[in-house]
């Protein structure tokens, strides 16, 4: 295969996906406005919380094995 024929082969392959894709993407159902803010809100304050939640734990784990090193080292 000559460097032209490859470079056509290239450029119909990418335009048959483009075409693909396009087709693909109108048969995609799109949830309304509504639907997406509030999951998107759920997810934000899930993220916060357990944040929060994991945050508090690594800080008691962390002056439990502190305070626990410092009893053994005398």
């Known amino acids: 295969m000559n460097p032209a024929e490859t ?3 290239w450029t119909g392959r990418s335009k048959q996906f483009y075409q693909d894709v396009r087709s693909e993407m109108k048969k995609v159902s799109w949830p309304p406005k509504q ?11 899930a ?4 944040g929060a939640y994991l945050g508090l734990i690594d800080y ?3 002056n439990g094995l502190a305070r626990l090193l410092a009893y053994f080292r005398g």
């Not at 993220?47 to 357990?50: D, L, N, Y």
């Open 60 to 62: 008691i784990l962390g």
């Open 47 to 50: 993220v916060f919380f357990f």
């Open 7 to 9: 470079l056509k082969d």
């Open 35 to 45: 639907e997406v803010i509030g999951t998107t809100v759920v997810v934000v304050i």
